[in-house]
């Protein structure tokens, strides 16, 4: 079976600018979730999606966004990027088997803002 | 903001010795989970143990939990070159989010 896989994997974007990025879960799996890694903050949780529904939010600015297709494919979206947004963003799908989180996380999309 | 603290926050060790990580959590968990991380890549899940259970064995892993004192540990035994990475505990909180400490940088000599 796949693993979970991130589009692309390096990006490099000026200030100001808008960025998307993909994540395609484990097959099966319907929970996709984002985190930040930064090596000030380090792991932070930016949010989680379900059945194209977000459940659960992180705190993060608005101009961090997500949606889930049908598919259970994922994007993140950010707008007007800041230097501080530089980042390794990982993803991680879930089978969501009832009291068990294991959580199957892709190599990451690392950003860098300019 | 990091719920939990892990310490130390960099072992350095030599191949076949131990390697003991500890981490401290702050709010009540459904279960507490650790990671393996290296060099920058995604995250690999090592071993998950339950709020109900206090240890738990995986291979040359060893997770301890303590849910009085709040804090777990993570012990590897007869360590080799390949464990060189770094370690993160993370606590469930519910809803698909994981809270992770800071993680704990090992590095083995050979």
Redesign the interface.
């Known amino acids: 079976k796949a693993g979970v896989t991130q589009t692309p994997r390096y990006l490099i974007k000026t200030r100001g600018q808008q960025v998307t990025l993909s994540c395609s879960p484990i097959s099966g799996h319907r929970s996709v979730s984002w985190y930040q890694q930064t090596p000030g903050q380090g792991l932070q949780f930016l949010f989680e999606y379900f059945s194209e529904t977000q459940r659960n939010k992180g705190n993060f600015p608005g101009r961090f966004s997500g949606r889930q297709f049908s598919n259970s494919r994922s994007e993140m979206n950010v707008s007007t990027l800041e230097l501080g947004d530089s980042a390794l963003y990982l993803c991680a799908s879930s089978l969501e088997v009832a009291g068990f989180n294991e959580q199957f996380f892709g190599p990451g999309t690392r950003l860098t803002v300019l | 903001?990091?719920q939990g603290e892990e310490d130390p926050q960099a072992l350095s060790i030599q191949e076949g010795e131990n390697a003991t990580m500890n981490c401290s959590y702050k709010t009540s968990i459904?279960?507490l989970?650790w990671?393996r991380q290296n060099s920058?890549?995604?995250?690999?899940?090592l071993i998950?143990i339950?709020s109900n259970e206090r240890e738990k064995h995986s291979g040359r892993l060893r997770v301890t939990l303590d849910t009085s004192k709040k804090s777990s540990s993570l012990l590897i035994t007869a360590s080799r070159a390949a464990d060189t990475a770094s370690y993160?505990c993370?606590t469930?909180q519910g809803?698909?989010?994981?809270?992770?400490?800071?993680?704990t940088r090992l590095t083995i000599n050979p």
């Open positions: 903001s990091q459904n279960n989970q990671y920058g890549r995604g995250l690999v899940h998950l339950r993160f993370a469930d809803a698909q989010k994981l809270v992770f400490g800071q993680g």
